[in-house]
């Protein structure tokens, strides 16, 4: 059977062979079984049902949370020549007959279906008598009360196991913990399927994370690197989504604000220009990005510290799906953790719950303040090992030294007792460095042993240290004294002498905007010459004009990956051209003439 997957994947998609854990997925479902399938973003997760659809009797019905995602894959799926279709709320009732009566011809592979229309009444009576394939459960960690994903509705869907005990079903998600995935196995009745975890690593994309400034500044030079290029800014605010994205426009890089405050019109209408543009960023808040298909967004910043390592990850996946060079790229400050550890308890959720926020805040932290590989922490949240040096990140293309910071620890713990803890990290660096501020005077701080002892270190460096000290436990914030630092029981051997402290030495804020490593990946327009890029440019608006008329995002045509190998080995006939990664029989059969004879004339 896995010969014949192989002949379809090549036939219809126009892939060689199979990557990671596809192949074993795929052997699994087409022999009866189910499985749980973690595969990060641009992995290849959608293959793992769409292939097995191809080659099994009956109808594979699968569930996506969301309307967006559902109408990109079907869409994708026509191109290619597959019978795919989508319910949900925005189908309109004579669309729906007509899908019904496609499934009961027998004429409809794959159905996508949003989870409240497939519990709806009648929808799961009328599958009962359809003969079907397999059950594809997308974006499973939804289920988990303890991702910002969570979707009330995931959790029915366990009850699929009864209604349909003889048909595989398969649960994939694109990130999901330890707890997670044992929450994903409980809900869904899958405790006895196969698990299969590919590496979480996506070596495409370079990590950067750099200090707080002056973060509106930091970010236009990030992405002043990758102009005219698709790309997401993360901010935690309603508010600040709207400033950055007015600041971009005035910059002159097209942008569009996306958060929940914004009517549903209009954020739709950003969606789809987002979509259907290949040089527009994106400002948001996390209430965007689930289920976004667009395979050429090139970066992903924040200007924020995330509110997890699970969301941040899922957030940076949406960069460099297509696998060319993409970026990830953070700005952030002391002041993000005090406002996220506030947020955290002063929520009406469970002890427990604030427990699980504290240790994603944690792990998040232990990633933005890491002195080595950015891709050690990042992997270690998901019990993955990466050993060596990722040569994609800052860390590894501009490497940290460290020193003797012992006595400059003691000093700033001593001016946090001292200060009673009860203020935040700039008094306490105020102390230290002798300023002369109202606050001061007004606590007689002046009069401390400890004031001026450190004014011959800049504010930079303080901070940079205080952070470092939280990040190793040793200072905590205390939320209800209003940001306060405070001791815990962690410092104490250092304050006694009984051990030393190393310091990071990390270049100044905003020194740098992408590493530069000896193995740090070039950037998307250098990965070719200055002949194929001519070309690409010359394919990408014939994509766009063919794109425009068949009412579909550009890359639901063709990737970017694809155009670039085109103009790169610019076939000269319909054999070679087929024998290019991403394109399938009837994508040669659609657009192999139009896209030689543009070659010919180049």
Not at 66 to 86: D, R, S, Y
Not at 212 to 238: E, N
Not at 481 to 499: K, M
């Amino acid at each position: 059977m896995l010969n014949r997957a192989r002949t379809e994947l090549a036939r219809v998609f126009g892939y060689s062979d199979f990557r990671g854990d596809q192949a074993a997925v795929i052997a699994q479902i087409l022999s009866g079984g189910d499985a749980l399938v973690l595969m990060p973003t641009g992995g290849g997760k959608s293959l793992c049902y769409q292939i097995p659809a191809l080659l099994l009797d009956g109808l594979t019905v699968v569930i996506s949370p969301l309307i967006a995602l559902m109408q990109n894959q079907v869409a994708q799926l026509i191109e290619f020549g597959v019978a795919a279709a989508a319910l949900n709320s925005s189908v309109d009732n004579d669309a729906a007959r007509e899908i019904y009566q496609s499934i009961r011809r027998g004429t409809l592979k794959l159905l996508y279906v949003s989870p409240e229309r497939l519990l709806m009444d009648g929808m799961l009576s009328f599958l009962s008598e359809i003969p079907l394939s397999l059950i594809a459960i997308d974006e499973a960690h939804c289920v988990s009360q303890w991702g910002h994903d969570f979707r009330p509705e995931y959790q029915q869907l366990g009850r699929l196991s009864e209604i349909f005990p003889n048909t595989p079903r398969l649960a994939l998600t694109a990130t999901a913990d330890a707890r997670t995935r044992a929450e994903i196995a409980e809900v869904l009745s899958l405790s006895d399927a196969p698990l299969f975890v590919s590496s979480f690593d996506r070596p495409n994309l370079q990590l950067t994370v750099v200090e707080k400034a002056d973060p509106t500044r930091q970010l236009l030079r990030f992405i002043s690197a990758h102009p005219k290029q698709s790309g997401i800014v993360y901010a935690l605010s309603r508010k600040r989504v709207d400033e950055l994205a007015a600041k971009l426009n005035e910059a002159g890089i097209r942008a569009l604000p996306y958060h929940a405050g914004l009517d549903a019109q209009t954020r739709t209408a950003n969606q789809e220009l987002f979509l259907s543009d290949e040089k527009i960023v994106m400002v948001a808040t996390i209430a965007f990005g689930m289920g976004i298909d667009k395979p050429d967004v090139r970066f992903v910043a924040h200007v924020d510290l995330p509110k997890s390592m699970e969301g941040y990850y899922q957030e940076i996946g949406r960069a460099g799906r297509d696998g060319a060079p993409a970026f990830a790229w953070m700005c952030y400050g002391l002041a993000d953790l005090v406002q996220l550890k506030r947020f955290i308890e002063e929520s009406t959720a469970t002890e427990a719950r604030k427990r699980y926020e504290r240790g994603q805040l944690d792990a998040l932290l232990s990633y933005a303040e890491s002195v080595g590989c950015r891709r050690v922490p990042l992997l270690k949240h998901f019990n993955q090992h990466f050993a060596g040096e990722c040569g994609n990140c800052d860390r590894c293309a501009h490497p940290v030294a460290k020193s003797d910071a012992t006595e400059a620890a003691r000093q700033l713990l001593s001016a946090i007792h001292r200060t009673g803890q009860r203020f935040g990290v700039m008094h306490v660096i105020a102390v230290l460095r002798g300023a002369q501020t109202e606050q001061i005077t007004r606590f007689q701080h002046d009069r401390l042993s400890v004031y001026g002892l450190g004014k011959a270190q800049p504010e930079d460096h303080w901070r940079s240290l205080a952070r470092q000290l939280i990040a190793a436990g040793m200072i905590d914030i205390d939320h209800e004294g209003f940001g306060a630092l405070r001791l815990t029981d962690v410092c104490r051997p250092l304050l006694r002498g009984e051990t030393i402290f190393e310091m990071a030495r990390i270049a100044a804020p905003d020194t740098k905007t992408e590493p530069r490593g000896k193995k740090g990946k070039k950037s998307y327009a250098a990965s070719v010459g200055e002949t194929a890029n001519t070309l690409l440019d010359k394919l990408r608006e014939w994509r766009r004009a063919l794109a425009a008329e068949h009412k579909v995002p550009p890359y639901v045509i063709f990737h970017d990956a694809t155009l670039l190998a085109i103009a790169s080995a610019k076939p000269a006939n319909e054999s070679e051209l087929g024998a290019l990664s991403g394109i399938g029989e009837k994508k040669l059969e659609r657009f192999g003439a139009a896209i030689l004879k543009l070659l010919r004339s180049a």
